[in-house]
């Protein structure tokens, strides 16, 4: 099937030690987006890609970057994390602009900072 | 401003009782609307999508909801809740010419015996 694939689940990192998480997706989608989800609340857009075509949201912090080497893959580089930065990542595609076409959402990786 | 509004934080309904969540949207376009579920430690899951035409549209596991131009809300029902439906929902907004969709905070529903 198809599908958002995040790696891993469940990633422990220590305080101001970088880390990556990843996403791939067999949709061939245009669109990937990286969400940061804390406890009940809403996914917050970090950024997303229109095929090579970087956004950013103006409030994602300079901590936080992403890479996107091909259509399947991309990938979230949090340089120095921190406390607060322990969260749920979601990754997501869409077909083209997710405000015109539902988001396909992997099954996250939940991020532990200690 | 865009925005999402899910006035109801949590919901808790017997097993078999029918089921209705509320979300206001503000958009200055024609709104796509969306409503996902998020189950405990999952991504999120498209329930439904309203882009154009029939105002009242069905989705995946017996939901449907209905699009009231006129008070800004597209409000996600089921007639007869499941134990599996405990979930988190969220409603989401966007259209236009923009990339982004806008969530709103969403509706713990919690289901009992």
């Known amino acids: 099937d198809a599908m958002v694939i995040q790696n891993p689940r469940y990633q422990v990192t220590q305080f101001g030690k970088p880390v990556t998480l990843s996403c791939s997706q067999t949709l061939n989608h245009n669109v990937m987006y990286w969400y940061q989800q804390k406890s009940s609340q809403a996914p917050k857009l970090l950024f997303h890609y229109y095929d090579k075509d970087f956004n950013n949201e103006a409030d994602t912090p300079d901590n936080f970057q992403s890479r996107r080497p091909n259509t399947s893959f991309c990938f979230l580089d949090i340089r120095s994390p921190g406390l607060g930065d322990a969260a749920m990542y979601l990754c997501a595609t869409s077909r083209v602009g997710g405000g015109n076409s539902p988001l396909h959402f992997g099954n996250g990786t939940r991020l532990t900072v200690t | 401003a865009q925005s999402v509004t899910q006035p109801d934080i949590h919901i808790t309904v017997s097993e078999g009782a029918s089921l209705e969540l509320r979300c206001n949207y503000s958009?200055?376009?024609?709104?796509?609307l969306f409503w996902y579920v998020q189950s405990p430690g999952q991504g999120l899951q498209l329930l439904l999508k309203y882009f154009s035409g029939d105002t009242l549209v069905q989705g995946i596991k017996g939901f449907e909801a209905e699009f009231k131009r006129s008070q800004s809300s597209f409000n996600l029902r089921k007639p007869s809740v499941h134990w599996s439906d405990a979930a988190e929902y969220f409603c989401?907004?966007?259209?236009?010419?923009?990339?982004?969709?806008?969530f709103g905070t969403g509706t713990r529903l919690q289901v009992f015996p």
């Open positions: 958009y200055g376009a024609t709104p796509y």
């Open positions: 989401a907004v966007g259209g236009g010419n923009t990339d982004k969709l806008i």
